[in-house]
């Protein structure tokens, strides 16, 4: 069993309020004891890795109302609510246009499962400042909305973070809004990331470059770098050899040659500094030469395997505690149990209900053999507490099957010979279900973008491709 919880200090009590100011309450009367919780997916592993000492209660928001909208106000700027997701962003028509490397940005985070459940907000507030939202919101001049029991304050991006992990947020605050500009007209905007690999991968540099032009001539840049310093650095030194300008590929040199001198990155796990340098003279250089040469790619019809793009929704009340029972309905069939408020809907899944078909490979939302379908939306589960079940609608692999018959992606596994070790396959299956669900006939990249969640240590990724190519044409 894999048990979230902290050094002699496990997850006691998790509470799902509905209304903003009962949250505010908590905050006020708990604070440093409570941590807030949206998607989940950088918190949980920060509890599993014990680097939230002290916290033993969660506050999950993601059963308010009025936190999940994408709004473009009446001054052009644009406000997105706490629990706006990756996923809404990267559906939102208005976010391409007007805020194209934020849409970019929330692209490249991690895997459609993650995306489904992780906010933009959260985002920010881990401060991790290989983050990628908080490159684009820095060019377009973000700030954040803290609301407690106090009254509100409102805070730029610029001064909201203080090093690596660390911000000005008070334990008893909420970021309830980030609002933005939108791109001027003669504005345009990339977002670039350099990563270990094409899928499911924490920037090793990424950055956000935009250029206003007049005819020819540069007449304003900015240059902002996440991964290469304590929090995200804007390059002074490089935006200003463009002014004035042409984009020629001189000038483009000397900026990528400005930026690279001016940050001082680290080695880590990802990589060693001298790489990194590289890195930035490589995505300042690509990104300027995108802006003046080509139009930024808008993926075709992003595959989010959600109908919105989120498994966040309003709901009833929780306080769960250790002896709470959580009732949902699993594969139609209603459900009850009782579960520690700390432990993964993973684990209550298979432990307490025994359908163990669900798989945990990883434990760390990396692999996708924990998919399961929450409210209509593939997340991982194992990134996902138990508690936020309750009252929700959940399909698991042993859901598939309907009357008896197997599921056309499941028979097409079959007859292609795409199982091996068979470990991975529940996820495939159940993301895969989803994704037929959402389109029909996919083609290869929506595929690959869809499945980039999904691992096959056994490698048989040849034959899982024609299974789904079997299935989309049946
Ligand atoms: C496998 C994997 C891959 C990933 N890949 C990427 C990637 O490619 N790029 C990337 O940038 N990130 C990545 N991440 C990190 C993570 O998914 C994102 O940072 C995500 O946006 C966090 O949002 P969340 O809603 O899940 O936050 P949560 O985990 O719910 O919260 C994160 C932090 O913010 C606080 N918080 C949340 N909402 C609020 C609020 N409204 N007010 C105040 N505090 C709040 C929480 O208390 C917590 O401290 C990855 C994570 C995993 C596990
Ligand atoms: S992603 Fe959940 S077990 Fe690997
Ligand atoms: S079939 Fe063995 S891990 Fe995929």
Redesign the pocket.
Known sequence: MHEVQLSGTPISRHVAPTALQDVLDLLAEHGASA????????????LDRRV?PGVSMLID?TRLDG?SHIEHLEDGRIRIG??V??NQVVASDLLWEHATPLAQ?SW????PQ??N??????????A?P?????SPLRVLDAELT?ASDGGERVVTLAEFHTGVRTSV?RPD????HVTFRSLYPDERAVFV?A?NRNA????VV?GTISVRRSGETVTDARIALGSVAPTIVAVDSAESLLVAQPLSDDNILAAAEAAAAACKPIDDVRSSAGHRTAMIAAIVTRALETLRDAAPIRPEHPALLSPTGTSHRPGSEVDARATTDIETSVNGVPMRGTRAPGETLLDWIRDELGLTGTKEGCA???CGACTIIVDGSAV?SC?VPASMAEGRHVTTIEGLEVDGELHPLQQAFIENAAVQCGFCIPGFLVAGASLLDEIPSPTPNQLIDAMA?NLCRCTGYYKIVDAFNQAANA
């Open positions: 941590r807030l919780i949206a998607g989940g997916t950088d918190l949980i592993m920060e939230r928001i936190l706490a629990l997701t990756h940005a490249e985070v991690g895997s993650l995306r459940r992780a906010t933009v907000v959260g985002n920010l507030v881990t991790s290989a983050n990628d939202t908080i803290l947020l605050e909420i970021v309830t990331k990563g499911q991968a924490i920037s990424h760390e939302g990396e991982m990134l969640g």
